[in-house]
């Protein structure tokens, strides 16, 4: 499975960006799918994610009501919309994918995920 992320870029606080990312695979590997980022210095983090048949979509707190997790119908392009936009959102953006149905403990851990894009960068000026 290759997961391909794009849509990132330069953008002003207060400003929106919209992620995108496409696994090769229509359906198998991508059960669970989520978005994780790694700003400088800092270790990876969850952002948000959710299973593809059932289930809520979990966000991490700091994009909570900014961030929007969704998926195209299809089922293997994943969508990260990005509003309000602060300057502690600066980071390099993951998008990562398993087969299994993770359970609700364990979609924030990124040792869960078995696919992996190469990282769209996200750039928050002020």
């Known amino acids: 499975v290759q997961l391909q992320a794009s849509g990132g870029g330069l953008v002003q606080v207060g400003g929106s960006l919209r992620l995108s990312c496409a696994s090769s695979?229509?359906?198998?590997?991508?059960?669970?799918m989520a978005w994780f980022r790694q700003a400088p210095g800092k270790e990876r983090e969850f952002v948000a994610g959710?299973?593809?048949?059932?289930?809520?979509?979990y966000y991490s707190d700091p994009v909570k009501g900014r961030f929007t997790f969704s998926r195209d119908n299809a089922g293997n392009t994943v969508f990260l919309q990005m509003n309000s936009l602060k300057p502690e959102d600066t980071a390099v953006y993951y998008c990562?994918?398993?087969?299994?149905?993770?359970?609700?403990?364990?979609?924030?851990?990124?040792?869960?995920?078995?696919?992996w894009g190469q990282g769209t960068e996200v750039t928050v000026s002020s």
């Open positions: 695979e229509r359906t198998f590997g991508t059960n669970t």
């Open positions: 990562a994918a398993t087969d299994r149905n993770l359970i609700t403990s364990s979609i924030r851990s990124e040792t869960q995920y078995d696919y």
């Open positions: 959710r299973r593809r048949s059932f289930g809520s979509t």
